[in-house]
């Protein structure tokens, strides 16, 4: 994923718009797509627009990166020690894996507020934590609190996914609709164009329902937890930290569908949970 500097055009990282960053990266990458150095315009391509209207522009200004806004390749959860590979998509830096913080508890029960955090794994099966990591009901995900974009069970320095940041990962991905386009709003359908296909793992997905992974979000088909487990290898959903009505906004992906789909989850179901960094 590339790293661009707060004037655009600093393909380099060099704190100044010249030349070479013409030359040594749009007119390396021109002609490629996604996120990269040279897609001065964020539109996923690296086009003469990228150079027309905003390098040259900009050239002989100076630039710089915000503190923070670089996205490493990693993170260590100092709670428990694991690791988290973490992507940069558009605007925002994800974990690039669900969160799997906590204890396993047996399905047949509710996670409650008891100071420690519980998670179930599908089947009741930990090995299955390891894979596709832990699945929450939405209030012990937001530690029983109801503020959308709180801490919740994230590490420090990471917090939990409104319903709008979902949507602008979307449009992000998608090659079709961008953000804030209109089809985002939309609920109980399967939208976007090829959004989820492009967040879905290469491998792992029944029936041929394997994604591109174009962006390194890798999205696996971890299933969830209603009164019973169900879907593992063929759905996988998120939360989010907005409600709706005594429901919360989630994201759904499935093997046949190469869009996302956007509901309103019963709050007692378990899902699956991905951070964003502060």
């Known amino acids: ?6 004037t655009s055009g600093d393909g380099n990282k060099d704190s100044e718009i010249t030349m070479q960053d013409k030359t040594g ?9 996604g996120y990269i150095e ?9 086009s003469n627009p990228d150079k027309n209207e905003k390098l040259l522009p900009n050239e002989g200004d100076t630039s710089y990166v915000a503190d923070g806004f670089y996205c490493a390749d990693s993170i260590t959860d100092v709670r428990d020690g694991q690791k988290y590979k973490i992507v940069n998509i558009g605007s925002q830096c994800w974990m690039a894996q669900n969160l799997n913080i906590g204890i396993m508890i047996n399905g047949d029960n509710n996670q409650i507020d008891n100071n420690t955090i519980e998670k179930y794994c599908y089947d009741n099966d930990g090995e299955n934590c390891d894979t596709y990591g832990g699945l929450y009901q939405w209030d ?9 974009g709180t801490q919740g069970i ?45 967040i879905k793992s290469t491998s792992g997905w029944s029936y041929g329902g394997n994604g591109s992974d174009q962006y390194g979000f890798n999205a696996l088909p971890g299933g969830r937890h209603s009164s019973f487990f169900q879907y593992l290898t063929t759905n996988s ?28 989850g019963v709050q007692n179901y378990g899902f699956s949970v991905r951070c964003l960094k502060n």
């Open 1 to 6: 994923s590339g790293i661009w500097g707060m």
């Open 154 to 198: 994230c590490p420090d320095g990471w917090y939990l996914p409104t319903d709008e940041e979902w949507k602008m990962l979307e449009g992000a991905v998608d090659s079709q609709y961008d953000y804030p386009n209109p089809i985002w709003d939309y609920y109980n359908l399967w939208r976007g164009y090829d959004a989820g296909s492009n």
């Open 38 to 46: 040279g897609d001065y315009n964020l539109d996923v391509q690296v």
């Open 237 to 264: 959903s998120f939360w989010s930290s907005s409600e709706n009505i005594n429901h919360s906004w989630d994201r759904e992906l499935s093997y046949g569908n190469e869009g996302v789909r956007r509901r309103t």
């Open 25 to 33: 990266v749009w007119n390396v990458q021109a002609g490629n797509k």
């Open 140 to 148: 012990e995900m937001m530690q029983y609190v109801s503020a959308e």
